[in-house]
């Protein structure tokens, strides 16, 4: 009986580790508006940074607990991270930065999930019309590290049914609504199902607003 209680013991103090070490560099991210609503994103940085998405909030509909649901929810904001790396290289050389070790110029873009659901595959196949379907939504903020470090200038949230009705928060989410092509966003774009495939949106949809400040 003590070696099972030992072995217990263990795990959740492998669990909490796990949960520390992967949350603990998020910690110290910012999530404050610059006072001055004037005040926008330099055109055309050096490098874009990012800064990993906490994933200690909001709701986590996956179908785990415990250990399991700290190795997903690592597995998942890995796999988040490089699909927006790749979208942000296409504006400028982009890298993942500790917020403990910031330059001085260029962007940080940091952020937090909101929603994450995992859905019904089943449903999906089975009955279509939209039930089963997964959900992705997070709240972006963007911070230029030339003007302010710890206060962000632009703010909005990606996985919004209709993106009209997303008025982000903070100076500049007027565009948070628009594409390359001046289109709107929306996650019902036909790429598909499972919450793979909403990572891929997720990018896109953040690529699609900042590059809205690339000349």
Not at 11 to 18: C, K, Y
Not at 107 to 123: K, N, P, Y
Not at 181 to 194: A, C, K
């Amino acid at each position: 009986m003590p070696r099972i209680v030992a072995l217990f013991a263990s795990v959740a103090v492998m669990a909490v580790a796990t949960t520390f070490l992967l949350t603990g560099c998020t910690g110290s991210i910012h999530t404050a508006p610059l006072p001055s609503s004037q005040t926008t994103l330099t055109p055309n940085p050096p490098h874009i940074y990012i800064a990993p998405f906490d994933t200690t909030t909001g709701k986590w509909l996956v179908g785990r607990e415990g250990v399991e649901l700290v190795n997903f929810k690592q597995d998942f904001q890995t796999n988040f991270e490089l699909q927006l790396q790749n979208r942000l290289m296409k504006l400028a050389p982009t890298e993942e930065r500790w917020v403990d070790d910031l330059p001085d110029h260029g962007w940080l873009v940091a952020g937090e999930f909101i929603t994450v659901f995992q859905g019904s595959r089943a449903l999906r196949t089975l009955v279509g019309g939209g039930e089963g379907e997964t959900t992705l939504q997070a709240n972006v903020y963007v911070y230029d590290l030339s003007i302010s470090k710890t206060q962000y200038l632009l703010s909005f949230r990606t996985g919004v049914p209709d993106a009209k009705f997303d008025t982000g928060a903070g100076s500049g989410s007027a565009l948070s609504g628009l594409t390359t092509g001046g289109e709107p966003i929306t996650t019902l774009s036909g790429l598909g199902s499972g919450l793979k495939l909403d990572t891929t949106r997720t990018a896109r949809e953040i690529a699609a607003i900042l590059s809205q400040y690339i000349q």
